[in-house]
């Protein structure tokens, strides 16, 4: 019983978090949809849990961090998932946005390198009964190629410079989001690949925590 009336209360706010978007000037429905249905309180420490739904930043332990719930709309709203897409995720973290993404994209692939934050995001995930999520622990700097091409390659953390290998695994037409810069402070980057070529956007300033590997910056 206490269980239910927990989860009707933490309804009510992340239906006050959703509105609180789209008055932020998200429009994409179907992340406003995925937004409203994942329950972010599962993915966030318990001594934290009654923030889940503000638009905060939260320690998720291993000194990560969850973004705050509006930059995973932006992120996720740049992307215009279709719901047909191979997505691969750099940086499982909570399992949050995987879980976000498992509900707009087909297949999610998603590279964590900290194995108790691995193991928990799994477990969270089978849950909430995400199906279509693949998980490997490992340096996602070299991206997952066993799987490529993807439709969408989406960077968590923030590099100095693209790692190559996620040129080499995106497909024509998809899109890179990752945030470069340095490690304080990056600008959040949108390539598109047509052929060849990389078109860029810039989406906005950002603070990520670093990419940690081989093609980015040592621990
Ligand atoms: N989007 C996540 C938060 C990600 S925080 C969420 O919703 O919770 C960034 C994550 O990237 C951290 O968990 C960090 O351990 C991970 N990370 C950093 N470098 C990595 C690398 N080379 N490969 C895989 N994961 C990495």
């Known amino acids: 019983m206490a269980g239910a009336i927990e989860a009707q209360e933490y309804r009510g706010a992340r239906r006050r978090l959703v509105s609180l978007l789209q008055d932020q000037g998200v429009r994409d429905l179907s992340v406003l949809h995925a937004i409203d249905e994942v329950p972010r309180h599962m993915f966030v420490p318990t001594a934290v849990r009654h923030r889940a739904y503000e638009d905060s930043a939260l320690p998720i332990g291993s000194g990560q961090t969850i973004s705050q719930p509006s930059i995973h709309a932006r992120y996720l709203e740049v992307l215009g998932l279709t719901?047909?897409?191979k997505v691969l995720e750099i940086g499982t973290g909570s399992g949050y946005q995987t879980a976000l993404l498992a509900k707009l994209a087909a297949q999610v692939f998603s590279i964590e390198r900290i194995a108790p934050l691995l193991e928990r995001a799994r477990d969270i995930l089978r849950q909430v009964g995400a199906s279509n999520v693949s998980f490997m622990l490992g340096d996602g700097t070299l991206?997952?190629?066993?799987?490529?091409p993807f439709d969408a390659i989406l960077v968590g953390a923030a590099a100095p410079e693209i790692p190559p290998a996620y040129i080499d695994q995106l497909a024509d037409g998809g899109r890179l989001l990752i945030p470069l810069g340095g490690r304080?402070?990056?600008?959040?980057?949108?390539f598109t690949r047509k052929g060849e070529i990389?078109?860029?956007?810039?989406?906005?300033?950002v603070r990520f925590v670093p990419?940690?590997?081989?093609?980015?910056?040592?621990s």
């Open 211 to 218: 990419l940690v590997g081989k093609h980015s910056w040592e």
């Open 83 to 85: 719901g047909k897409e």
């Open 143 to 148: 991206g997952w190629s066993e799987f490529a």
């Open 184 to 190: 304080d402070e990056q600008t959040l980057h949108l």
């Open 198 to 205: 990389l078109e860029q956007k810039d989406i906005a300033p």
